[in-house]
């Protein structure tokens, strides 16, 4: 591990400038011996005190600790839905899954949650500082220390003191100006591991700000059809309700004209005031959908009525592609995340085993001091050294290689982080593909019901304004109409939440950052607010190793 040097600062004093390099004989063998001495610590340290033999110390590139291979990963041959005609195994361009449902509205709100969701500017502003720190480990491999030094100084020296004859002068002054450095050798790869571990979190921190992008967009367009779903469960209820209310007032006239009976003035009555309380249900969960759909979009809470207009809830197609289980290893962002993190953590072993090893160094220093300024840059000014050496850790391995242990069990951790990942990944897609499948099959089957009951409602409201028949057919009619109705709109919307769902799992939609688009609608943000798109546009994911 690199030890912190202290370098000085400026020059020396004229007595202690070192001497001029000889030349005789009997120092070229000490600068011999010396060499063979370094060469031999160094040869003994790769045999005796490291995790890393020398054949592997070669082949990974003059570095020790292992070099990386993406872990294996398990995955199904192929879905538990593959058989329906519905699920095709093809891979589909899913970049821009919105684009499906043919909705204008869905497609701008996209763009402008892209450009001003401030959860993305955090993980877009993380990206930034990994970017930062991969550029300080870059730098950690070029000389660790380089500093410039200058100064002056006034001394007096008093003339009581013993051997005050050595300092003939008791005023003088000092200039000094100087360069030092000291670096550490990267000779066992420790500061080439920490950039390996950089660029792997670096990629980490993309992979990142793509899964945040690709949940964000789901959710925009979730919430987005939650709107439109209670927005067209509000017009049926009400549309329910005027039917209600006219029967209601059939009932009322007739009580008041012969008292006989106030049954179904009562049961029409309560049937109004039930429609009546699930509008008022319908309108709190719309606003809570407009309200968490302003936050997606980085606006303070606002009707969104005026902005988003009327449409229908959007009809999704009744297939979907979402290939074989396998291309989520290279789609799906958490899971290239996952093998990142993993990947840092190799590297990591690597710096942990340097520590086996003598750090080797160089330190130096070079400068000029004189008396007076005018001959600051004289050549009898100079002065310097050099000190080359290294620093070995000789009693601390059972600390280094509990450290190693440790950073290794990390590693395998990471392993089985990712891999986990990786079934979820798949889970997640079957989970949302046969709720996508079954949804379909429950919305055409509850919007017969509903049907069913609407026309039912007709024919016993025409039968009962005629007299024919009395109230009580009339007011179960229309209790089962208002729950069918609704649970059928809420089915309709579900469908297409749950192809949204399988987009989402698919790992779909973080491509929009390599090509944004147009901007979307026009939002109220703001004064100050900026937008939430990153400083620079990010590079594309990684592709790490070959799957095996």
């Known amino acids: 591990m690199k030890q912190p040097i202290a370098l000085s600062g400026g020059g020396t004093d004229r007595g202690s400038r070192p001497s001029r390099v000889a030349t005789d004989t009997d120092s070229c063998r000490q600068a011999i011996s010396r060499r063979a001495l370094y060469g031999g610590a160094i040869g003994l340290a790769i045999c005796l005190s490291g995790c890393t033999s020398i054949g592997d110390y070669f082949h990974n590139g003059l570095k020790v600790g292992p070099n990386y291979g993406r872990p294996p990963a398990f995955v199904a041959e192929q879905w538990i839905d593959a058989a329906d005609q519905r699920v095709r195994s093809e891979t589909d361009d899913i970049s821009q899954w919105w684009a499906v449902l043919n909705d204008p509205i869905l497609n701008s709100l996209v763009q402008s949650t892209y450009q001003q969701n401030l959860t993305l500017r955090e993980a877009g502003f993380r990206v930034l500082q990994a970017r930062a720190q991969r550029g300080i480990a870059v730098g950690e491999f070029f000389p660790q220390t380089q500093v410039a030094t200058g100064g002056y100084s006034r001394t007096g020296v008093s003339v009581n003191v013993a051997n005050r004859v050595a300092t003939p002068q008791r005023f003088f002054d000092r200039w000094e100006a100087g360069f030092g450095l000291a670096w550490e050798l990267d000779?066992?790869?420790?500061?080439?591991?920490?950039?390996?571990?950089?660029?792997?979190?670096?990629?980490?921190?993309?992979?990142?700000?793509?899964?945040?992008?690709?949940?964000?967009?789901?959710?925009?367009?979730?919430?987005?059809?939650?709107?439109?779903?209670?927005?067209?469960q509000i017009a049926l209820a009400r549309e329910s309700l005027g039917v209600f209310?006219?029967?209601?007032?059939?009932?009322?006239?007739?009580?008041?004209?012969?008292?006989?009976?106030?049954?179904?003035?009562?049961?029409?009555?309560?049937?109004?005031?039930?429609t009546q309380a699930l509008i008022a249900e319908l309108e709190i969960l719309r606003r809570e959908s407009e309200i968490r759909l302003c936050i997606l979009l980085g606006i303070p809470p606002q009707d969104l009525r005026q902005m988003l207009g009327e449409a229908p809830i959007p009809i999704p197609?009744?297939?979907?592609?979402?290939?074989?289980?396998?291309?989520?290893?290279?789609?799906?962002?958490?899971?290239?995340?996952?093998?990142?993190?993993?990947?840092?953590?190799?590297?990591?072993?690597?710096?942990?085993?340097?520590?086996?090893?003598?750090?080797?160094?160089?330190?130096?220093?070079?400068?000029?001091?004189?008396?007076?300024?005018?001959?600051?840059?004289?050549?009898?000014?100079?002065?310097?050294?050099?000190?080359?050496?290294?620093?070995?850790?000789?009693?601390?391995?059972?600390?280094?290689?509990?450290?190693?242990?440790?950073?290794?069990?990390?590693?395998?951790?990471?392993?089985?982080?990712?891999?986990?990942?990786?079934?979820?990944?798949?889970?997640?897609?079957?989970?949302?593909?046969?709720?996508?499948?079954?949804?379909?099959?429950?919305?055409?089957?509850?919007?017969?019901?509903?049907?069913?009951?609407?026309?039912?409602?007709?024919?016993?409201?025409v039968q009962y304004e005629a007299g024919r028949i009395d109230f009580v057919p009339v007011g179960y009619t229309q209790q089962n109409l208002l729950v069918q109705q609704n649970d059928a709109i809420k089915a309709q919307g579900d469908v297409v939440r749950a192809l949204i769902g399988v987009y989402r799992a698919l790992g779909g939609g973080w491509e929009i950052r390599l090509n944004p688009g147009e901007p979307g609608v026009a939002i109220a943000v703001p004064d100050g607010l900026p937008p939430a798109g990153l400083p620079e546009k990010l590079p594309a994911p990684p592709q790490g190793a070959p799957i095996p």
């Open 245 to 274: 209310q006219r029967v209601l007032t059939i009932s009322e006239a007739r009580f008041k004209a012969d008292g006989t009976t106030k049954i179904p003035y009562d049961l029409g009555l309560a049937n109004v005031g039930q």
């Open 317 to 461: 197609p009744s297939e979907v592609a979402v290939g074989i289980p396998a291309d989520l290893l290279r789609r799906r962002p958490d899971v290239r995340k996952a093998e990142r993190e993993a990947a840092a953590q190799s590297a990591r072993i690597g710096i942990a085993e340097s520590d086996f090893y003598p750090a080797i160094s160089i330190v130096g220093t070079l400068g000029v001091a004189s008396q007076n300024l005018s001959n600051l840059f004289a050549s009898d000014s100079f002065f310097g050294q050099i000190n080359p050496g290294f620093n070995w850790k000789i009693l601390n391995y059972g600390r280094i290689l509990n450290n190693v242990r440790a950073q290794d069990a990390r590693f395998n951790e990471l392993i089985a982080r990712y891999q986990q990942t990786v079934l979820v990944a798949g889970g997640e897609v079957e989970t949302e593909l046969i709720k996508f499948l079954k949804t379909q099959e429950r919305a055409k089957a509850l919007a017969d019901s509903a049907d069913g009951w609407r026309d039912a409602l007709k024919l016993v409201t």
């Open 187 to 232: 000779f066992w790869g420790r500061f080439r591991r920490a950039i390996e571990s950089a660029d792997a979190e670096l990629d980490a921190s993309v992979e990142n700000y793509d899964d945040v992008l690709v949940t964000l967009l789901g959710d925009v367009a979730s919430e987005y059809v939650e709107l439109r779903t209670r927005d067209r």
